[in-house]
T-cell receptor, first 116, second 111 residues
Framework: GAVVSQHPSRVICKSGTSVKIECRSLDFQATTMFWYRQFPKKSLMLMATSNEGSKATYEQGVEKDKFLINHASLTLSTLTVTSAHPEDSSFYIC????????????FGQGTRLTVV | GQNIDQPTEMTATEGAIVQINCTYQTSGFNGLFWYQQHAGEAPTFLSYNVLDGLEEKGRFSSFLSRSKGYSYLLLKELQMKDSASYLCAVTATGGGNKLTFGTGTQLKVEL
């Protein structure tokens, strides 16, 4: 199976600072990656679709200026949580899909963000 | 829009069979996935259905009825390690490979 690497796995930051999370497809090219947020014991909520070489598409209610997404290459997408606040504390997961409809999504290991 | 529902929690006995249901109302439905997620970990792929019928893969099977907007995941010969959250997710035409997840079902396997 394909491998998607997400880094860091855990991060603690102070309120007001920014945190960058990386998502890499290690053995395939991904023109599209997805960013999800998950609250404890809840399902995954899609935040945005990251498109290589173009602007990300954000889901309704997700602040694009708060959650900056960059997809500069076919193997890397980054999510930057800007001016983080305690309510941004959550589990963030990325996924990447190989070309073709119906192909399974491969998920990164997730990032546990804690804002203090 | 999309509306995807699953039971919140289920409990089953080791060695038994459990069925986890998922109902959906999705415009332009284009496929349904089942994922398993252990606490604090990423989801792992279990199955994919796009046509009506049953897909069997070892101890896990998944069924889809497009006309009823209904799917289930069947787990046989339950093991303690099957205790996890099970997520159904759908894709829709025009959405590329974007997954919209259901509410998730927390399965607890007991002795």
């Amino acid at each position: 199976g394909a491998v998607v690497s997400q880094h860091p796995s855990r991060v603690i930051c102070k309120s007001g600072t920014s945190v960058k999370i990386e998502c890499r497809s290690l053995d395939f090219q991904a023109t599209t990656m997805f960013w999800y947020r998950q609250f404890p014991k809840k399902s995954l909520m899609l935040m945005a679709t990251s498109n290589e070489g173009s602007k990300a598409t954000y889901e309704q209610g997700v602040e694009k200026d708060k959650f900056l997404i960059n997809h500069a290459s076919l193997t890397l997408s980054t999510l930057t949580v800007t001016s983080a606040h305690p309510e941004d504390s959550s589990f963030y997961i990325c996924s990447a899909v190989k070309q073709g409809i119906g192909t399974e999504a491969f998920f990164g290991q997730g990032t546990r963000l804690t804002v203090v | 829009g999309q509306n995807i529902d699953q039971p919140t929690e289920m409990t089953a006995t080791e060695g038994a069979i459990v069925q986890i249901n998922c109902t959906y109302q999705t415009s332009g439905f284009n496929g349904l996935f089942w994922y398993q997620q252990h606490a604090g970990e990423a989801p792992t792929f279990l199955s994919y259905n796009v046509l009506d019928g049953l897909e069997e893969k070892g101890r896990f099977s998944s069924f889809l009825s497009r006309s009823k907007g209904y799917s289930y995941l069947l787990l046989k010969e339950l093991q303690m390690k099957d205790s996890a959250s099970y997520l159904c997710a759908v894709t829709a035409t025009g959405g590329g490979n974007k997954l919209t997840f259901g509410t998730g079902t927390q399965l607890k396997v007991e002795l």
